[in-house]
């Protein structure tokens, strides 16, 4: 069992920044980042396998950046230039490695944590 772990997130303006956190139990877990807004299906927002395969959605190339440290078990994710609709709850999971096809199929993984709030103010 993986316990995973999200912290990071709270209420910023408009072009803003937030680094969220998402701390695991154990090691050699693929880990992605998802987002569900309200009334709106949970989406995939970046995923990574070890530190060199990252994906992102189209809708945040280039204002997300997704690291991780594995010395602490760690998962970063780097938001900048924040929109009004990256308003979300912000949920960790952690799975196997997936192809650029099948990242953000949340079905796919196994571990969860229970979110972190972004709020962005316009």
């Known amino acids: 069992q993986v316990q995973v772990a999200e912290s990071g997130g709270g209420l910023v303006q408009v072009g803003g920044s937030l680094r969220l956190s998402c701390g695991l139990t154990?090691?050699?877990?693929?880990v992605a980042w998802f987002r569900q807004a309200p009334g709106k299906e949970r989406e995939g927002v970046s995923y990574i396998y070890r530190s060199s395969t990252t994906y992102y959605a189209d809708s945040v190339k280039g204002r997300f950046t997704i690291s991780r440290d594995n010395a602490k078990n760690t998962v970063y994710l780097q938001m900048n230039s924040l929109k009004p609709e990256d308003t979300a709850m912000y949920y960790c999971?952690?799975?196997?490695?997936?192809?650029?096809?099948?990242?953000?199929?949340?079905?796919?993984?196994?571990?969860w944590g229970l979110g972190t709030q972004v709020t962005v103010s316009a």
């Open positions: 154990a090691d050699g877990y693929t």
């Open positions: 999971a952690a799975g196997p490695s997936l192809s650029r096809g099948v990242w953000y199929d949340a079905k796919r993984y196994k571990y």
